[in-house]
């Protein structure tokens, strides 16, 4: 079986310290870190002025910065071979190929914002699983740009909090060009531990929601099947709502019933509208099964959600399908894909005791259907980003 450990943070900083003064010659002057996440409900549903139901993991990703005394960029990862060189002039939208977009769009996304952050080094390392639908992403660039507002001697207030994201979003959808919703970089950020986060897209309110678990546990296995959510199916899927809110009359998804959708002549569209609008539905009704330990209609809650990604949004895969199955009927009370789907990961609340069986239960699957073998993580709900 294989468990994915979160790490211990002061560890892990240390590491990077260490490898960064081995990279670069010096050691680093800004540390930042940040999570990535698990959402327990609310898929596609940011970008339509929803709401969602995030966790941030005790799995983080670490950026080590030093200024330099030049317009120099350079950024290295643990996790890729190929490390980036370039120029702050270089730095813009769709300018990076590659992995190093993500960081070198939060220096873009910060100086666009007026900050003046010079030429840099940067090192990162992650233990969150990159392209896992657990968001490596939004932890590269939130943990950047927290290094980066450190080494510019800002204070982590929660104005410059919500700057960070808006800075790390444009990173992602302008510089990368993945057109997400903004999200993760929302509950990297203001991720509290011991609860969720409930973020609500059109007031853009986030409210921790205390999460009392009694006895269970957040268990999250990551199928290794790989999205891309610079592919189209992400893309599409987002164009579709948007053609459903406009034949409906409403800016955005958020103000349409289900009434309304059923009248929608486009099947498709319908289909889709129609997850938008009952997977919100179902963030609210999620909060309230949490608060009340109400762990049948959680698993309720869960299963409508998988089918409603199955087959009106059609974002799930034969391994989600399986992983999902296989972990409610080895004692999961709740169990769903998570995520922007095709591929990545599913999340399920087991009851501490039978977490093991759960785990073997879905590698046992996985081998018998002939997929690759999954990894697990425990996701203890966690802190978002911090100075380290
Ligand atoms: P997810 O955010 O669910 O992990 P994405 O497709 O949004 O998936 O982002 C994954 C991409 O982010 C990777 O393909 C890579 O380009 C980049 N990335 C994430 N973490 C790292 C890292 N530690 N080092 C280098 N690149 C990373
Ligand atoms: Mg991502």
Same mark, same amino acid.
């Given at each position: 079986?294989?468990?994915?450990?979160?790490?211990?943070?002061?560890?892990?900083?240390?590491?990077?310290?260490?490898?960064? %003064?081995?990279?670069?010659?010096?050691?680093?002057?800004?540390?930042?870190?940040?999570?990535?996440?698990?959402?327990?409900?609310?898929? !596609?549903?940011?970008?339509?002025?929803?709401?969602?139901?995030?966790?941030?993991?005790?799995?983080?990703?670490?950026?080590?910065?030093?200024?330099?005394?030049?317009?120099?960029?350079?950024?290295?990862?643990?996790?890729?071979?190929? %490390?980036?060189?370039?120029?702050?002039?270089?730095?813009?939208?769709?300018?990076?190929?590659?992995?190093?977009?993500?960081?070198?769009?939060?220096?873009?996304?910060?100086?666009?914002?007026?900050?003046?952050?010079?030429?840099?080094?940067?090192?990162?390392?992650?233990?969150?699983?990159?392209?896992?639908?657990?968001?490596?992403?939004?932890?590269?660039?939130?943990?950047?740009?927290?290094?980066?507002?450190?080494?510019?001697?800002?204070?982590?207030?929660?104005?410059?909090?919500?700057?960070?994201?808006?800075?790390?979003?444009?990173?992602?959808?302008?510089?990368?060009?993945?057109?997400?919703?903004?999200?993760?970089?929302?509950?990297?950020?203001?991720?509290?531990?011991?609860?969720?986060?409930?973020?609500?897209?059109?007031?853009?309110?986030?409210?921790?929601?205390?999460?009392?678990?009694?006895?269970?546990?957040?268990?999250?296995?990551?199928?290794?099947?790989?999205?891309?959510?610079?592919?189209?199916?992400?893309?599409?899927?987002?164009?579709?709502?948007?053609?459903?809110?406009?034949?409906?009359?409403?800016?955005?998804?958020?103000?349409?019933?289900?009434?309304?959708?059923?009248?929608?002549?486009?099947?498709?569209?319908?289909?889709?509208?129609? !997850?938008?609008?009952?997977?919100?539905?179902?963030?609210?009704?999620?909060?309230? %099964?949490?608060?009340?330990?109400?762990?049948?209609?959680?698993?309720?809650?869960?299963?409508?959600?998988?089918?409603?990604?199955?087959?009106?949004?059609?974002?799930?895969?034969?391994?989600?399908?399986?992983?999902?199955?296989?972990?409610?009927?080895?004692?999961?009370?709740?169990?769903?894909?998570?995520?922007?789907?095709?591929?990545?990961?599913?999340?399920?609340?087991?009851?501490?005791?039978?977490?093991?069986?759960?785990?073997?239960?879905?590698?046992? %699957?996985?081998?018998?259907?002939?997929?690759?073998?999954?990894? !697990?993580?425990?996701?203890?709900?966690?802190?978002?980003?911090?100075?380290?």
């Amino acid at each position: 079986m294989s468990l994915v450990e979160p790490g211990e943070p002061a560890t892990l900083a240390a590491a990077v310290r260490a490898a960064f %003064a081995d990279h670069y010659g010096e050691p680093p002057t800004s540390l930042g870190r940040a999570p990535g996440r698990v959402n327990l409900m609310g898929e !596609h549903t940011d970008y339509n002025a929803g709401l969602v139901l995030p966790v941030a993991l005790p799995h983080a990703t670490y950026a080590a910065a030093r200024a330099r005394g030049d317009e120099l960029v350079r950024i290295t990862s643990a996790q890729e071979d190929e %490390a980036w060189e370039g120029t702050l002039a270089e730095l813009g939208p769709r300018t990076i190929e590659g992995w190093a977009g993500y960081a070198a769009g939060v220096i873009w996304a910060m100086r666009e914002a007026g900050h003046r952050v010079p030429g840099v080094d940067l090192l990162v390392d992650s233990r969150v699983p990159v392209g896992a639908g657990l968001s490596s992403s939004a932890a590269l660039e939130c943990s950047v740009a927290v290094a980066l507002a450190d080494l510019l001697g800002l204070e982590l207030t929660d104005d410059l909090r919500r700057e960070l994201i808006e800075a790390c979003i444009r990173a992602e959808t302008e510089v990368v060009g993945a057109p997400t919703g903004g999200m993760d970089q929302t509950v990297a950020v203001f991720g509290e531990a011991g609860s969720a986060l409930l973020i609500d897209f059109t007031s853009h309110e986030t409210t921790p929601v205390s999460l009392d678990l009694a006895g269970h546990t957040l268990v999250v296995t990551d199928t290794r099947v790989k999205h891309a959510l610079t592919d189209g199916g992400y893309g599409s899927r987002r164009a579709d709502c948007e053609t459903a809110a406009e034949a409906l009359g409403v800016t955005t998804l958020r103000e349409a019933t289900q009434e309304a959708v059923d009248g929608l002549d486009d099947e498709r569209v319908r289909r889709r509208a129609t !997850h938008i609008v009952s997977e919100i539905q179902r963030v609210t009704d999620t909060v309230t %099964a949490f608060e009340g330990l109400d762990w049948d209609a959680l698993g309720r809650l869960f299963d409508a959600s998988h089918r409603s990604m199955r087959d009106d949004f059609e974002i799930s895969c034969p391994e989600l399908d399986t992983a999902v199955a296989v972990a409610v009927q080895a004692g999961a009370v709740a169990a769903r894909m998570t995520g922007g789907g095709f591929g990545g990961s599913s999340v399920a609340v087991v009851p501490d005791e039978r977490v093991d069986a759960v785990m073997r239960a879905v590698d046992a %699957a996985f081998a018998l259907e002939g997929f690759r073998s999954p990894v !697990h993580l425990r996701a203890v709900p966690s802190a978002g980003a911090s100075v380290s």
